[in-house]
């Protein structure tokens, strides 16, 4: 897997983790915002991809971020969840008082910050896996390394 983490002024603000994910917006971005490639920051998120602790508390400050309010309650609320525990985007909800489930799914969607803000930990309430920018296959598999039992596809 191809990671690639720009910082803007020392703090992590964008983060790209798959190959058929870098497109020309993302060039766009990068360049509009004179953001630069961050070669240490790209090697912690690989360790974190393998299992391995890392503390991203430091790199990044969520008021740098282009986002909306909204995504920012999201993402505040998705920073709660620890590591080896899984939130639903209902106890999302509940938690910045909003009913819109779909829009927290597109918030996290959107997330500049995947890994760091771990929308991998968020499920459906059925327990089971939705969708990941990444695929799903690779939310399992971050889930695995934090310590989640799966029977089926689902968390037990």
Known sequence: MDVKAYIN????AQLIYFENEFSEININYIKKHNLIESKNLEKLIKKFINGENVNFQNCFDLNTLPITSFQRKVYIETLKIPKGKTRTYKEIGNSINSQAYQA???ALSKNPLPFIIPCHRVIGSNNQ?????GGLKLKKQLLLNEG???RNDKII
């Open 148 to 150: 989640i039992k799966f």
């Open 9 to 12: 002024k020392d703090r992590l």
């Open 104 to 106: 927290i799914g597109g």
């Open 129 to 133: 896996l939705t969708g990941y920018r």
